[in-house]
């Protein structure tokens, strides 16, 4: 269906970043327990929403947007349908071809609301991905790489976390051949089959 369109295949997934880092090894003197500073100041979280886009004879693409979130009141603590479209809209018009989009069964990607604003985009096509199958969106091994990297980090508050967040994407963006690693520890094969 993809090869016969010439779409794009994108994955797409989310992840959110706290001010509290992830754990990682660490090294210091021996007889020194080391130490990470974490700032107790402020609060917050980041989201973000990836699309990892591959189609056969092109590199790989990856496309993100990044919303962060300040805990004020009554504000989303989550993407909408309006910014995933954003995304996707975004996304069709960079690759300048068809998309068809690979996603999970979040609430909502599954919402009336999301399947009225695809409906109406002749160059979406929407797979939903078996629940509980993180194995199968390569764009989870985006965010395992993403969150490595962000080990024993103590941000000073959550833009400094989004500008972490933002810079370890964008060298990720640059590395075709860690993002075809991706694709290849999921076991999918996205060739086309001869006819």
């Not at 500008?163 to 994407?169: E, F, P, Q, W």
């Amino acid at each position: 269906m993809a090869a016969e369109r010439g779409a794009w295949i994108c994955f797409e997934d989310e992840a959110g970043h706290t001010l509290r880092p992830p754990k990682a090894r660490t090294w210091a003197r021996r007889g020194r327990t080391p130490i990470i500073p974490v700032s107790g100041k402020g609060s917050g979280r980041i989201s973000v929403a990836g699309l990892l886009c591959v189609k056969p004879g092109q590199r790989p693409r990856l496309l993100y947007r990044i919303k962060v979130h300040r805990r004020r009141k009554g504000e989303r603590r989550s993407f909408a349908e309006t910014d995933y479209i954003a995304l996707l809209d975004a996304a069709h018009q960079h690759l300048k071809a068809p998309i068809v989009v690979i996603w999970d069964n979040l609430n909502t990607h599954i919402s009336a609301v999301m399947r009225e604003l695809a409906a109406a985009r002749d160059w979406l096509h929407v797979v939903q991905l078996p629940a509980y199958a993180p194995e199968l969106n390569p764009t989870e091994g985006v965010w395992s790489h993403v969150k490595r990297s962000l080990g024993n980090l103590a941000a000073t508050g959550v833009d400094h976390l989004a500008a972490v967040v933002r810079n370890r994407l964008k060298r990720i963006q640059y590395r075709p051949d860690l993002l075809t690693s991706f694709l290849d520890r999921t076991g999918l094969n996205l060739d086309p089959e001869p006819p």
